[in-house]
């Protein structure tokens, strides 16, 4: 059980949260604890909406614990450091990510793998190292040790890069780890919304053949002409799948709703390698004949370290890669949550959050 925030805390805090799991955000007052030796206080100012953001609000997946104050894409202003920093000065631009503790200790965490530690803390909605419960981006400022703080490359946008701090690290980790980076080999990317037009663009810039595999016809021009890909293909058009049957090496998965992966399957050549990263509310069935029989492989990844985030921050700035975005105040969230719902934003809303913020 999580202490209580208010009383175990002294610095004052505003933000917005939701307050049960009707989703609707409101105007709310909290705490940050002091910033500590190892700490650094960071002034937000922008914060990116992340689907996770709009399931976590809604309990989707049963663990909310509410109030619930979301947002893990957090750009903003170190104006505090503790005497044990070394890598953050006041007045630095630094980013805040999906995480913001581990244990340190374990093999995850020295193998610089901090996502996957047993005793990780989620930037929100989860109970941080001190024993309280976090409290995320949609909000003025937050505390976090030094060893999940960001430096934010110098030429990368604050507010179009923030959503890289977990929709980037989210398609760069599986590229990485699954050796999709050699040019000139064919990359598939199932879905076109927040996580795949980063991957198309992250594969354009590993030198990858690039073709998007969306249900929706009319992101064809968009995928081609605006994001970079080679080509785009139907996913509902059963003339055009049989044809490209055998011609992927990967397939980077982002769709969050239930879907069929046989169709991918059949796309990837023999050694193939189908990636999922979305999320949905059901489990998938997964064939295991196309994986016997073209001896495949179906994996998963889920963000990435605190080395390999700052990697995929410094890769980015030098590719030019940023999130495509729609900028909104804080008082707009809940339509955009309901637009999120939708799939209508082209890619990723975020937060101004220094401009828009203000207690009532």
Known sequence: MAKSPETEHPNKAFGWAAKDKSGVLSPFHFSRRDNGDNDVTVKILYCGVCHTDLHTIKNDWGFSYYPVVPGHEIVGIATKVGKNVTKFREGDRVGVGVITGSCQSCESCNQDLENYCPQMSFTYNSIGSDGTKTYGGYSESIVVDQRFVLQFPEGLPSDSGAPLLCAGITVYSPMKYYGMTEPGKHLGVAGLGGLGHVAVKIGKAFGLKVTVISSSPSKEDEAINRLGADSFLVSSDPQKMKAAIGTMDYIIDTVSAVHALFPLLGLLKVNGK???????????????????????????????????????????????????????????????????AKSDVRYRFVIDVANSLSPP
């Not at 189908?274 to 295991?288: D, F």
């Not at 998963?300 to 700052?310: F, R, V």
């Not at 975005?325 to 969230?333: A, G, V, W």
């Open 274 to 340: 189908l990636v999922t990263l979305g999320l949905p509310e059901k489990p998938l069935e997964l064939p295991i004949f196309p994986l016997v029989l073209g001896r495949k492989m179906v994996g998963g990844s889920d963000i990435g370290g605190m080395k390999e985030t700052q990697e995929m921050l410094e890769f980015c700035a030098k590719h030019n890669i940023t999130a495509d975005i729609e900028l909104i105040k804080m008082d707009e969230i809940n339509t955009a949550m309901e637009r999120l």
